[in-house]
């Protein structure tokens, strides 16, 4: 049997508007909103590098220069800081124009999550790839997009990567149905949903924003109808591909239990700071011990 082909191109979409951070992202994209600090549009890109995913492309809209301009070398700033000694703020600024072979392509009319991965089919090809999206940041000691990898490498196809939530939660996400595998962590897909009612859905298994999706996604996707909310969705695509194998192959998730940091809304965001921040060695020790006193005193004064 021919050997599948190895994964080695993700894809970012980043066209979307980040309405629910205005005013501050009327100027700047929402993916370049720092964590901690650093954007959190890298924090992406070196998941996917870490997978062994270097070629890179991104999917943006207007106004999204800051993105390219992020990853692409800064020669006057590393001018600068080369002339003050600074070999530590230096490394920093390079590597993220050092991190991967980075392309990119505008989405144009935003037509949703579909149409987004859609954008990115002449730079795919025929291969799979994975897709990743911005306001999900998976921890790097929990390598999600590695297992979801190996998990296609396995059995074809295409991978979500799927969570737990609670029930009267399900109708902010996709949803899958599964079914058990003989692995623990590894289901298999026999429908999705976009957001739907909890008193309709198939489980509390939610998709998250992790996808390694077979080439003939493509081809579903250029017949695929808006969905909800008049966009093209990725989910109305891959419950196809879930119903009928002959399409591209079985679709299963991973169910991942690990550490996720969701940027998508403002507390969510605030609260990924909090935790990220108070596990770095450089300032988790004293923002620690800012954070215990500082809610320490809101509960007595509280």
Same mark, same amino acid.
């Given at each position: 049997m021919a050997s599948r082909p190895t994964i080695s191109k993700a894809v970012i979409p980043a066209a979307g508007l980040g309405t629910r951070f205005l005013p501050a992202t009327k100027a700047t994209p929402k993916e370049m909103l720092p964590v901690v600090d650093k954007p959190a549009i890298q924090y992406v890109v070196e998941e996917a590098v870490s997978a062994g995913l270097d070629d890179v492309l991104m999917i943006t809209g207007?106004?999204?220069?800051?993105? #390219? &301009?992020?990853?692409?070398?800064?020669?006057?700033?590393?001018?600068?800081?080369?002339k003050k000694g600074d070999a530590s703020r230096l490394a920093k600024v390079q590597e993220s124009s050092d991190l991967a072979t980075m392309h990119y392509v505008r989405q144009g009319d935003p037509k949703g999550l579909g149409h987004a991965v859609l954008c990115a089919a002449p730079h795919v090809g025929h291969e799979p790839f994975a897709v990743l999206l911005g306001d999900d940041l998976i921890d790097p000691r929990d390598p999600l997009l590695q297992r979801m990898i190996e *998990?296609?490498? /396995?059995?074809?196809?295409? *991978?979500?990567?799927?969570?737990?939530?609670?029930?009267? /939660?399900?109708?902010? +996400? @996709?949803?899958?149905?599964?079914?058990?595998?003989?692995? @623990? &962590? %590894?289901?298999?897909?026999?429908?999705? *949903?976009?957001?739907?009612?909890?008193?309709?859905?198939?489980?509390? +298994?939610?998709?998250? @924003?992790?996808?390694?999706?077979?080439? /003939?996604?493509?081809?579903?996707?250029? #017949?695929?109808?808006?969905?909800?909310?008049?966009?093209?969705?990725?989910?109305?695509?891959?419950? /196809?591909?879930?119903?009928?194998?002959?399409?591209?192959?079985? %679709?299963?998730? %991973? *169910?991942?239990?690990?550490?996720? +940091?969701?940027?998508?809304?403002? @507390?969510?965001?605030?609260?990924?700071? %909090?935790?990220?921040?108070?596990?770095? #060695?450089?300032?988790?020790? #004293?923002f620690r011990t800012w954070l215990r006193g500082y809610v320490g005193q809101e509960l007595t004064e509280g």
């Open positions: 207007r106004n999204k220069r800051p993105l #390219e &301009d992020h990853f692409d070398r800064n020669y006057e700033l590393e001018s600068a800081l080369q *998990v296609q490498e /396995q059995h074809g196809g295409s *991978v979500i990567a799927l969570m737990e939530v609670a029930p009267e /939660q399900i109708h902010l +996400y @996709g949803c899958a149905a599964v079914e058990a595998t003989a692995e @623990g &962590d %590894v289901v298999k897909i026999s429908g999705l *949903v976009e957001k739907p009612d909890p008193a309709d859905a198939p489980s509390n +298994y939610a998709v998250i @924003g992790r996808y390694v999706l077979a080439p /003939q996604i493509f081809g579903v996707l250029r #017949e695929t109808e808006p969905g909800r909310g008049g966009e093209i969705q990725l989910t109305d695509a891959l419950q /196809q591909l879930a119903t009928d194998e002959k399409l591209g192959g079985p %679709v299963h998730g %991973v *169910v991942f239990r690990g550490r996720r +940091y969701d940027t998508g809304d403002r @507390g969510d965001y605030l609260r990924a700071i %909090v935790r990220l921040a108070c596990e770095r #060695e450089d300032l988790g020790p #004293e």
